[in-house]
């Protein structure tokens, strides 16, 4: 599975952007698609989850509940993270994730390990 993230850039504070990841195979085998973000010196954090299926359950960082929201196309195969409200400590390198295997617990699908698919990043930066 390939994943290519797209849809970062600078922003200033109180702005939006909407993130992009495109899946290059079939959607049975990415279960589950997440957003992480890593700023630096910091370790790879999560942001937001969504499950592949027919319910589409989403779930989300504490402190992005309300300003960002993950969503997805079946037919294009794309998950995207719309990001509103911005601040200059959502400022990250952003990654999309992939996982064959979903499951409703919260400490599973914050884990890094859990997702075995990655894209190479794009940077986000918000300015004050």
């Known amino acids: 599975v390939q994943l290519q993230a797209s849809g970062g850039g600078l922003v200033q504070v109180g702005g939006s952007l909407r993130l992009s990841c495109a899946a290059s195979?079939?959607?049975?085998?990415?279960?589950?698609m997440a957003w992480f973000r890593q700023a630096p010196g910091t370790d790879r954090d999560f942001v937001a989850a969504?499950?592949?299926?027919?319910?589409?359950?989403?779930y989300y960082k504490d402190s992005v509940k309300g300003r960002f929201t993950i969503s997805r196309d079946n037919a294009k195969n794309t998950v995207y993270l719309q990001m509103n409200s911005l601040k200059p400590e959502d400022t990250a390198i952003y990654y999309c994730?992939?996982?064959?295997?979903?499951?409703?617990?919260?400490?599973?699908?914050?884990?890094?390990?859990?997702?075995?698919?990655w894209g190479q990043g794009t940077l986000v930066t918000v300015s004050s």
């Open positions: 994730a992939a996982a064959p295997r979903t499951s409703d617990s919260l400490s599973y699908l914050r884990r890094s390990n859990t997702y075995e698919f």
């Open positions: 195979e079939h959607i049975v085998r990415t279960n589950l």
């Open positions: 969504i499950k592949w299926g027919t319910t589409g359950s989403t």
